[in-house]
């Protein structure tokens, strides 16, 4: 991200190449932060209703197998446990979800100091969420591809998982590592951006109250 000092260089050379040196505003670089932290709250907010979509969708097809197989001990259970799986995450992430809406509705024209504090806020709730996200999905990931593998070869591989072993443990690998690989870029984009992104804001206001 650039800093306050490089926004105002190339704004004012392209203000001087066109109608002469213009300076730039303390007001015209306020509404440059502004932009900035407007952009860092829409990539995140996707991602908090994205995955809540996404989580939707698991429980209801977990849900259907449930109720469709009603009988059958072995698929209800693990349905049962992977719906179980899922509520903590859910629930953390409805959490956050309410927290952030409520510091994007600070609305962009506010004085700066409370966009600034703002911020912070939003930066600090990020972090804590990503902090559970990394850490719960070491668990997460492995065990909900374990329930899936065992859900999908007993519904459409004669013998289930027991008479298919070898395909279901490279299945699983092969699983688990698309996930892994997801999850790695979905955090590189969604987290560790929007919070390097935010730490260089607080940096450049810093840098130009100081």
Request: proline letters at 3%; aromatic letters at 16%.
């Amino acid at each position: 991200m650039e800093s306050f000092e490089n926004i105002k260089k190339y704004w004012e050379k392209n203000a001087g190449e066109e109608v002469g040196f213009i300076p730039v505003s303390r007001q015209s670089l306020e509404e440059v932060i502004r932009k900035k932290i407007s952009k860092e709250q829409k990539i995140v907010i996707e991602y908090f209703w994205a995955s809540f979509v996404f989580q939707v969708a698991t429980y209801a097809f977990l849900s259907h197998l449930f109720i469709k197989y009603w009988g059958n001990n072995f698929i209800m259970f693990w349905s049962v446990a992977g719906i179980i799986l899922y509520v903590p995450f859910t629930f953390m992430l409805l959490h956050k979800i309410k927290s952030m809406k409520m510091m994007t509705s600070v609305k962009l024209n506010s004085p700066l100091p409370d966009i600034v504090n703002n911020v912070k806020n939003q930066h600090r709730v990020l972090f804590s969420f990503f902090r559970f996200k990394r850490n719960f999905e070491l668990f997460l990931i492995p065990a909900s591809c374990f329930i899936f593998i065992l859900l999908v070869f007993k519904l459409y591989v004669p013998g289930g998982a027991e008479a298919n072993l070898a395909g279901c443990i490279v299945s699983y690998i092969i699983l688990v590592s698309i996930f892994c690989l997801a999850v790695y870029a979905e955090n590189k984009k969604r987290f560790k951006g929007p919070l390097r992104q935010l730490e260089l804001i607080l940096e450049d206001v810093e840098k130009n109250n100081g």
